[in-house]
């Protein structure tokens, strides 16, 4: 390539010699010309070069320019080499940025990012969720105009970040408990975290109740064997009045003990996640079991009818399986008037389900309790309960049986009729 000063010689030398060969052949206005046509070569070629450049500018599309010859053409090749290696810069860092907000937005936690004027920057899905924002709406507001729970206002003013803030009945049910904490990051900037802890604290509050309800179950005997034991500590009783305290003391301790069962028990099914093992319960024996206890239990007080209306087997745990059908059938005997008639059906449904169903004809349960029968120590009639020997832990055990089996557990029952408990067990568990 010639360099420019060459270049410009070369060029002054051309009109040089043409102006000379006009200025001889055809006299000095030739020679004048002649040498302005030689000048304005360079200067139309840098001209029509120049249009051509921003014709493409201004369609953005530089780097597909042709290039010409001479001595444009290294100044377009240099200029489309830097257009196209800054678009791929471009590129690059859009598509990096791409992939911090898909990972932001992956997040399960609520993500927001504030300036140093505590306005949005920036927020995630689920932080528009759990706030109620939207981003394109309240980009640049400041948050506590948004968010202004108290607590939350407070938490901003206060700048000590160092330990989380806990916002209970967020979210647009007002049902979720929200654990938030701000970090602070580049130039006073702060990215608020937000977690949903509301299993969390049901499941703290769950445990908080448990262990409440199973002092108050165990303090009712405890206190009573006590009381017995004091007076006959105090009292100088005769043979006969001795041995109905120790009758009733009996029956305390009795009620400790079917408690202490039922919460090891409950305590073995919750700690075992795995389904029930596939091993063979056979049905007709277990239900001949069930109806010898279910006659001990009533006294002679009720009528039963125990059928295997279809003559297969279930495949399941038979301890589990036993417990859970005895438990249906005590309740049916325990909430039944005496002369009460009590119904046990094992069969298979249309679909080839087996179905283990108690009919009673009980008192019946209102419908607003039967979504809570399950629940540990959710009792409708409390004293009708415990007078009954019952723990309140029983349904409970039933519900966790029948999931470790992959069964339904259906309650159906009408106020002053009666109630049935049926256990749907699927197709893969029953054999003929
Ligand atoms: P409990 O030991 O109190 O019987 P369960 O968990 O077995 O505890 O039952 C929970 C509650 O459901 C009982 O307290 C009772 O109010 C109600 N219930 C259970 N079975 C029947 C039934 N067959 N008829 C009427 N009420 C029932």
Redesign the pocket.
Known sequence: MLSVITRFALLIFLAFIAASLALANLGPFSAIAAAICVLAIPLIYSYVNLARLRKYTVADAVETMPLPSGYWEEIFFRLQRLVRNLKQQILSIEKQHDRFIEAFQASPNGIVMLDDQDQIEWCNAIAEHFFGLNFKRDALQRINFLIRRPEFVQYLYKRQFEEPLLLERMGRGANLSLMLQAFPFGDKRHLLLVQDVTDLQKADAMRRDFVANVSHEMRTPITVLMGFLETMQSLDLDKAQQSQYFEMMMSQAQRMKSLVEDLLTLANLESNTLPAPMQVVNIPTLMALLKNDAEALSQGHHAFNFEVSSPCNLMGEEREILSAFG??VS??I???PDIGSITANWHLNEIGEGEFS?T?T????ASE?LSR??ERF?????S??RD???????????KHIANRHQAQLIIE?TPGK??T?TLRFPKERVVA
């Open positions: 438990n249906l309740n049916a325990r909430y039944s108690v009673d009980g008192p019946g349960i309790h029968l399950t959710y009792r409708v009639d409390r009708r309960s009954t020997g019952g723990t309140g832990l029983g349904l409970a055990i039933v029952s009666g109630s408990f």
